[in-house]
C-alpha cells in the first residue's frame, strides 16, 4: 500500500479536520447528504489523482490548487447548508413560543442575549460564514440549555392540541405498519 504522499498531508488534514465534521453534523441534523458535495468531493480526489500521475512541478502544482479550490468549495457549500438549516431551527423554536415565555427564561437573561445573537446573525455578510455558523451554534446550545432546564417545569411544552396530534399521529402509524405486516405474513 503506497502512502500519502507528503505534499498533501497539509491537504488531506483540512478535508479531516474542517470538512468531515462539517459533513458529520450536517447529516446528523438533517439527516441527509449536501448534493453539491457529490461534485466537490470526487473532483478534489480526481486532482489529487492527477497530482499523483504529473511529470512537471508546474502541473503538479496546478492540480494541487485545483484539489484545494475543490475542498473550499466543499466547506463553503457545507458552511451555507448549516448555517440555513441551523436558522431554520432557530426560526422554529421562536415560532413554538411567545415572547413571554422566552422573557420569563432564566430570569429573562435569556431572551436577551438570544434576540442580540439573532440580530448579530442576521447582520454578518454571507462572506463570514464561519462567523454566523459560531453564532448559530451558540444560540442551538442556548435552546438546548433552557430545554433541558425548563421541560421539566412545563414552561416549554408544546401545547395540548400539539401533544394530542402527535400522539394521534403516532398510533396511526404504528397501526398502518401492524397492518401491512399483518398482510404479508
Given at each position: 500500500?503506497?502512502?500519502?504522499?507528503?505534499?498533501?498531508?497539509?491537504?488531506?488534514?483540512?478535508?479531516?479536520?474542517?470538512?468531515?465534521?462539517?459533513?458529520a453534523e450536517y447529516e446528523s441534523r438533517n439527516?441527509?447528504?449536501?448534493?453539491?458535495?457529490?461534485?466537490?468531493?470526487?473532483?478534489?480526489?480526481?486532482?489529487?489523482?492527477?497530482?499523483?500521475?504529473?511529470?512537471?512541478?508546474?502541473?503538479?502544482?496546478?492540480?494541487?490548487?485545483?484539489?484545494?479550490?475543490?475542498?473550499?468549495?466543499?466547506?463553503?457549500?457545507?458552511?451555507?447548508?448549516?448555517?440555513?438549516?441551523?436558522?431554520?431551527?432557530?426560526?422554529?423554536?421562536?415560532?413554538?413560543?411567545?415572547?413571554?415565555?422566552?422573557?420569563?427564561?432564566?430570569?429573562?437573561?435569556?431572551?436577551?442575549?438570544?434576540?442580540?445573537?439573532?440580530?448579530?446573525?442576521?447582520?454578518?455578510?454571507?462572506?463570514?460564514?464561519?462567523?454566523?455558523?459560531?453564532?448559530?451554534?451558540?444560540?442551538?446550545n442556548m435552546i438546548a440549555e433552557c430545554h433541558?432546564?425548563?421541560?421539566?417545569?412545563?414552561?416549554?411544552?408544546?401545547?395540548?392540541?400539539?401533544?394530542?396530534?402527535?400522539?394521534?399521529?403516532?398510533?396511526?402509524?404504528?397501526?398502518?405498519?401492524?397492518?401491512?405486516?399483518?398482510?404479508?405474513?
Amino acid at each position: 500500500m503506497k502512502m500519502l504522499n507528503p505534499q498533501l498531508k497539509p491537504l488531506y488534514d483540512r478535508y479531516c479536520s474542517e470538512l468531515k465534521p462539517l459533513i458529520a453534523e450536517y447529516e446528523s441534523r438533517n439527516e441527509n447528504f449536501v448534493t453539491p458535495l457529490l461534485h466537490d468531493i470526487p473532483s478534489m480526489f480526481d486532482n489529487i489523482a492527477l497530482y499523483e500521475r504529473a511529470s512537471t512541478a508546474e502541473e503538479k502544482e496546478e492540480y494541487m490548487m485545483d484539489a484545494e479550490k475543490c475542498l473550499d468549495s466543499a466547506i463553503e457549500n457545507l458552511r451555507v447548508c448549516l448555517v440555513a438549516s441551523m436558522m431554520e431551527d432557530v426560526n422554529q423554536f421562536k415560532s413554538r413560543f411567545s415572547r413571554e415565555i422566552l422573557d420569563a427564561l432564566d430570569d429573562g437573561r435569556f431572551c436577551g442575549k438570544f434576540f442580540r445573537l439573532e440580530k448579530e446573525v442576521r447582520a454578518i455578510k454571507n462572506t463570514d460564514l464561519q462567523a454566523a455558523y459560531r453564532k448559530l451554534k451558540e444560540m442551538k446550545n442556548m435552546i438546548a440549555e433552557c430545554h433541558a432546564g425548563t421541560l421539566a417545569t412545563g414552561l416549554l411544552s408544546d401545547n395540548k392540541v400539539t401533544t394530542v396530534f402527535k400522539w394521534l399521529f403516532t398510533i396511526a402509524v404504528a397501526l398502518i405498519i401492524n397492518l401491512l405486516i399483518f398482510k404479508l405474513l
